[in-house]
């Protein structure tokens, strides 16, 4: 059974750092791990993302201030320079197949808040 459970969200001043953690288990093969952020009214978006070749890209908004990385049990997000505007709930989601046979697919987090005061 596959399963991500994140940690490390918090309540942070602007200008601050976290690094957030989700621990993953249960993939036969990982292929990709990406981070997204859901703030209330606004889209869910994608702000970081890491291949299997290691090749990563992030939105604009957090270019040059957060870094995804990865080992083979989990995927980190180090985030500084935090500002209001990166509040939500940032969910964790691996591309993968599963032990237990079967296709291909995403397989997201429960989520972990973060609220950055100003």
């Known amino acids: 059974q596959v399963q991500l459970v994140e940690s490390g969200g918090s309540p942070v001043q602007a200008g601050g750092s976290l690094q957030l953690s989700c621990a993953f288990s249960?993939?036969?093969?990982?292929?990709?791990w990406a981070w997204y952020r859901q703030t209330p009214g606004r889209e869910r978006e994608r702000v970081a993302f890491t291949t299997a070749a290691d090749t990563t890209s992030y939105a604009d908004s957090v270019k040059g201030r957060f870094a995804i990385s990865r080992d083979a049990y989990a995927t980190y997000l180090r985030m500084n320079d935090l500002k209001p505007e990166d509040g939500g709930v940032y969910y964790c989601?691996?591309?993968?197949?599963?032990?237990?046979?079967?296709?291909?697919?995403?397989?997201w987090g429960q989520g972990t808040r973060v609220t950055v005061f100003p």
């Open positions: 989601v691996v591309k993968g197949r599963p032990l237990s046979g079967g296709m291909l697919k995403e397989y």
């Open positions: 249960g993939f036969a093969a990982a292929i990709t």
